[in-house]
């Protein structure tokens, strides 16, 4: 595609940057427990947020999300072009019912745990196209509501395999504009549907991490970037089982990305005193760990360039109860504390 600003088969590369102007995060209690729990603006010791349904207080955690990062950036409903978000309930009624009162022109998305890279580039693209001034991306997810809908109701006290994840209750909203200031979303690597059959829906970082190689090895391949182009290639949601696989495939295809390779599922938790089996998983994952600590080591100094790779499992309930084996997506998103293309 020459002349375009497409790299390759999957990537797309921005010639105007578009800065991060604010990030925020809300999680629950137990994230509030973990390692990550100073990077937060706002932990709540009440997972339902004052409200009556698991449902309506994930939704309450995106509305909280987005008022805090307008506030960081000074800016109203009225400001934002655009919002892009979505969330794991059924017809993203979490992000939808956040939306509706803000007058905000909204777009609904359905990427599973890789919402916040497809939201983020998508709204990264429309700044940068000229198509919005100010764009915003959000998700969430929350452990009740999504145990409900995808395995038992946590009254059934059902028992979690080994390989299991927790799904983390978070939501996180970014603000993009062209400011100028870092940082920057260089450009992204959209992702193509992988599945190698995996069927154990207790087993997603299985499942995901044949996407994040394909999405990795894609990224590099469009671009002609190394590894060492990068401070921190993290995955969204994999966890440890999915992480160590994903380790496994990469060296197969002579790629070995040593402590460059990270992943939020293994970074929100204490794994062994939290309890939380393979790590954590969810929208919200990716979402609290990027907006919450990623953009700080951005911001900081601490790393130059992220490339931030969310991962989705594309299964539904119904899916799952006739058979059928989990697709898995990854989109992977070059942020920049320095400007310049990818």
């Not at 375009?4 to 940057?17: A, C, D, I, M, N």
């Not at 979505?86 to 939808?96: A, E, F, M, V, W």
């Not at 949601?237 to 599922?265: F, H, I, P, T, W």
Request: glycine share 12%.
């Amino acid at each position: 595609m020459t002349g375009t600003k497409h790299l390759g088969r999957q990537t797309v590369r921005f010639e105007s940057p578009p800065s991060i102007l604010s990030a925020a995060s809300v999680v629950g209690k137990k994230e509030g427990e973990g390692p990550l729990k100073d990077r937060f603006d706002i932990l709540a010791s009440d997972t339902k947020f004052g409200q009556d349904t698991w449902e309506k207080a994930e939704s309450q955690m995106q509305t909280l999300a987005l008022q805090e990062a307008l506030k960081k950036a000074d800016l109203s409903y009225a400001s934002v072009d655009m919002l892009f978000g979505g969330d794991l309930l059924n017809q993203c009624i979490g992000t939808s019912f956040a939306a509706r009162g803000t007058d905000i022109p909204f777009l609904g998305l359905y990427g599973a745990c890789s919402t916040m890279g497809e939201s983020l580039s998508l709204a990264a693209m429309a700044v940068e196209g000229g198509y919005a001034e100010y764009a915003a991306a959000m998700t969430s997810s929350h452990f009740a509501s999504a145990e409900r809908q995808y395995r038992t109701p946590l009254e059934y006290g059902g028992q979690r395999t080994p390989t299991a994840q927790w799904t983390v209750t978070g939501a996180g909203a970014v603000i993009l504009g062209q400011a100028g200031t870092p940082p920057f979303v260089r450009g992204f690597t959209s992702g193509k549907v992988v599945d190698l059959d995996v069927a154990d829906a207790n087993n997603m970082g299985a499942a995901m991490a044949p996407a994040f190689v394909d999405t990795v090895l894609a990224h590099f391949r469009d671009t002609g970037k190394r590894p060492s182009d990068y401070d921190l290639i993290v995955s969204g949601d994999l966890g440890q089982v999915g992480l160590d696989l994903a380790r496994d495939l990469l060296s197969r295809e002579g790629l070995d990305l040593g402590n460059r390779l990270g992943d939020c599922g293994t970074m929100i938790y204490d794994r062994e005193a939290q309890d939380v089996h393979a790590g954590g998983s969810g929208c919200g994952c990716s979402a609290v760990v990027f907006a919450g600590h990623l953009l700080k080591l951005l911001e900081t100094g601490k790393l130059k360039h992220l490339l931030f790779c969310p991962t989705g499992a594309l299964l539904s309930p119904v899916s799952t109860q006739q058979g059928q084996s989990i697709p898995a997506i990854c989109h992977a998103v070059a942020v920049s504390s320095e400007g310049g293309c990818l």
